[in-house]
């Protein structure tokens, strides 16, 4: 299980030069996610390969197996079924 990393001055100084660009790119993406949810996840896949941000940095990463993986997809995908 992965642990989220606390808010440290550093990641706090990262958000602040995040610039008026950026905020604008996070308005566009979640005002795009309002309209059409696949349209928002284009956006960020867009804004991550121009930014040059790495894919595990947005969450992609590979399982540690992929008996896991498809356990947690099947699992995943039931949930969301039934609720």
Same mark, same amino acid.
């Given at each position: 299980?992965?642990? *989220?990393?606390?808010?440290?001055?550093?990641?706090?100084?990262?958000?602040?030069?995040?610039?008026?660009?950026?905020?604008?790119?996070?308005?566009? *993406?979640?005002?795009?996610?309002?309209?059409?949810?696949?349209?928002?996840?284009?956006?960020?896949?867009?804004?991550?390969?121009?930014?040059?941000?790495?894919?595990?940095?947005?969450?992609?990463?590979?399982?540690?197996?992929?008996?896991?993986?498809?356990?947690?997809?099947?699992?995943?995908?039931?949930?969301?079924?039934?609720?």
């Amino acid at each position: 299980m992965q642990t *989220i990393a606390p808010l440290t001055i550093s990641s706090l100084r990262a958000c602040a030069d995040f610039g008026p660009l950026g905020l604008l790119a996070i308005l566009v *993406i979640l005002s795009a996610d309002v309209i059409v949810k696949p349209l928002s996840a284009v956006l960020v896949l867009v804004w991550a390969w121009r930014s040059h941000t790495p894919w595990r940095e947005i969450g992609y990463v590979r399982p540690r197996t992929w008996i896991g993986g498809l356990t947690i997809g099947v699992f995943g995908s039931e949930s969301r079924s039934n609720s």
